[in-house]
């Protein structure tokens, strides 16, 4: 149980367009999920935060406009990367729980997307 | 915020040898969670252990709230045991986002 997929698990895109990532829990709803960046060699850094059905809660110094998120349903949460540029290259991986953020919850992480921008 | 810091940040052993990895963290908190992160990027849940000791298979972990640690021990390592281990903690005061440490990269030389 518990499971969380991430589609696509890469993405090369050029310079200017933007970028779909998706996040599903495949077998629990998620009342919470989270989104992460990865730089090689280093740790997860937080994104964003969002509960189903509010907006979603973003960390100092993540541009909202740049990284739309919309926690849809209970089961699937999106990331958008809009005019993407070759700094926003990243492997970028959600994680799902159960409970509210702010409570005692176990996260489940996806598998990643690496994202290319040319 | 709350500082988390991981120990040794590099680690490499022989096929068979046991290892203690360490999370120091600087506040209380809620929740804890040893993860193994693979070659692949895919992070794998090892334990969720906000207090006391829980074991699976080769892997236990121990975490001392009121001291501010936990250990992640691996006994017999295997070649797959190899890859990032990250400790991540939450504090109910950060509306239960979770901080991440940044990591012990283990490699298990056959």
């Known amino acids: 149980g518990a499971v969380v997929s991430q589609h696509p698990s890469w993405v090369i895109c050029k310079s200017g367009t933007s970028v779909k990532i998706e996040c599903r829990s495949l077998?629990?709803?998620?009342?919470?999920m989270f989104w992460y960046r990865q730089f090689p060699k280093q740790s997860l850094m937080l994104m964003a935060t969002s509960n189903e059905g509010s907006k979603a809660t973003y960390e100092q110094g993540v541009e909202k406009d740049k990284f739309l998120i919309n926690h849809a349903s209970l089961t699937l949460s999106t990331l958008t990367v809009t005019s993407a540029h070759p700094e926003d290259s990243s492997f970028y991986i959600c994680?799902?729980?159960?409970?509210?953020?702010?409570?005692?919850?176990?996260?489940?992480f996806g598998p990643g997307t690496r994202l290319t921008v040319l | 915020g709350i500082q988390v810091e991981q120990s040794p940040p590099d680690l490499i052993l022989q096929e068979g040898a046991n290892s203690t990895l360490r999370c120091n963290f600087s506040?209380?908190?809620?929740?804890l969670q040893w993860f193994h992160q693979n070659p692949w990027g895919q992070l794998i849940n090892l334990f969720y252990i906000p207090s006391g000791t829980k074991q699976n298979g080769r892997l236990s972990a121990t975490t001392v709230a009121t001291e501010r640690y936990s250990l992640l021990y691996i006994s017999s390592s295997q070649t797959t045991d190899s890859g990032v281990y990250f400790c991540a903690v939450d504090v109910y005061t950060n509306a239960g986002k979770s901080t991440f440490g940044d990591g012990t990269t283990l490699t298990v030389k056959p």
């Open positions: 994680s799902a729980s159960r409970g509210l953020a702010g409570y005692y919850n176990e996260q489940f």
């Open positions: 077998d629990f709803q998620a009342t919470t």
């Open positions: 506040d209380s908190v809620n929740n």
